[in-house]
């Protein structure tokens, strides 16, 4: 199956929520796009939740980007900011005595980017998860939207067709958007298969959502 132009192209994979198959989405595109002989590469920027190994932490995420990729590039660029704690981001930051860096996330995206045709980027956890606590009082802190909008990637939004996932589609969409970065579209991943109703939210993500639905093969729950 040949992928279409408009998916040849460097994306932030980004979800409604944590556990929704964003990691399945990036696998699939990375082999995909490495069959149409693209050198592509990938990132999982952050990652929260990793085991020590001899050569240190390591996220089994940003691991399985890696072995789909062509380009071969060291595990600190793919994952400059890991975390050992299984939690948001900006706790498990905290937890290690650490913090997201946003310089580091750049530095390795323009590293890569020097020796491949794309790259895919995964997020973690939802579009608005926070990756930092606030460095002043009143302030938010930053979020996952801060570390899209720092690589300055079209979107692919990956949504778990689930109860519930209506809202988070369409406000995830939304925010998107109002972070001046394009939606390229999103993809529909039945991670529920018992869900009696999934054909009927999927014409409403169609009505309502403002970007194409990609099609990817063999997209599963992840």
């Not at 996220?59 to 399985?64: H, S």
């Not at 530095?107 to 579009?127: N, Q, T």
């Not at 979020?143 to 690589?151: C, R």
Request: hydrophobic residues 50%.
């Amino acid at each position: 199956m040949s992928v279409p132009a408009e998916q040849r192209q460097s994306l932030f994979i980004a979800g409604t929520d944590t556990g929704v198959g964003k990691t399945w989405v990036a696998v699939h595109l990375l082999r995909a796009l490495g069959k149409e002989g693209l050198l592509t590469a990938a990132m999982k920027p952050v990652a929260a939740g990793a085991e020590p190994t001899p050569g240190g932490l390591r996220n089994d995420d940003a691991l399985a980007l890696m072995a789909e990729a062509r380009v071969r590039v060291p595990y600190e660029l793919v994952n400059p900011c890991c975390f050992p704690d299984p939690t948001s981001p900006h706790l498990a930051a905290r937890n290690s005595g650490n913090y997201v860096n946003l310089v580091a996330i750049k530095s390795a995206f323009a590293r890569i980017k020097a020796d491949s045709d794309l790259i895919i980027v995964e997020g973690a956890g939802g579009w608005l998860a926070p990756v930092a606590d606030p460095v002043e009082r009143g302030s938010a802190g930053a979020t996952m939207q801060d570390v899209a909008v720092a690589l300055g990637l079209p979107v692919l939004l990956v949504v778990g067709l689930r109860l519930g996932c209506l809202s988070h589609a369409l406000l995830t969409a939304a925010a998107i958007r109002a972070s001046g970065l394009p939606l390229a579209g999103w993809v529909a991943n039945p991670i529920d298969p018992a869900f009696p109703d999934q054909a009927a939210y999927l014409q409403s993500l169609q009505l309502r959502l403002p970007a194409p639905r990609w099609m990817i093969p063999e997209v599963v729950a992840g």
